[in-house]
């Protein structure tokens, strides 16, 4: 059984959904950008790797093994096109745990967008997908993603010292979480 949301989720200013194939190129406007790609630990991905990666996305999860993936394209509700993702993956089935992560065009950054999406998402998560505990890692050079994790109501539990590597050298993460019971659903748009 694949879950896949049978109608877009919405908040006051953004509708999240499935990608499609008319997606490309606006995934390919943020995910091309070596800016954005730095803090994924991954080179940035070509108009072709996009289009690979949508049609594998584009159709939800079964949501019941480890590595299970839902991405959700973010476009602003007045506005044409995608603007940037967000994504849960479950880590571990059986201690339902998922890892919430977010990618946005930085042309949006500095709107919000971001957190009212993750909010949206880690909703969705605790209310849907039945995770007790959601959890995000962050490069700890990206301020940005601490502020949302901060307003998803997650607090910092590890913070792991050099512990990858790119072009660029060693790299520190963060790690934030929260669990089920510790938050209020945010309210729907």
Known sequence: MNF???QPLTTDRLVLRLFTADDVDDMYA????PEVARFLYRPPRDRARC???????GQGTHWKEDGDNLTLAVCRRDA???IGEVQVTLASA???QAEIGWVFHPGHGGRGYATEASLALRDLAFQQLGVHRLFARIDADNTASERICERLSMRREAHLIENDRDDRGWG?????AVLAREVAPAEAG
């Not at 520190?172 to 934030?176: D, Q």
């Open 30 to 33: 943020y995910q091309g950008l």
């Open 51 to 57: 289009a690979q990666v949508i049609e594998r996305i």
């Open 172 to 176: 520190s993460e963060y790690v934030y």
């Open 80 to 82: 044409p096109g995608v």
């Open 4 to 6: 896949a949301i049978s």
């Open 94 to 96: 059986h201690a339902a």
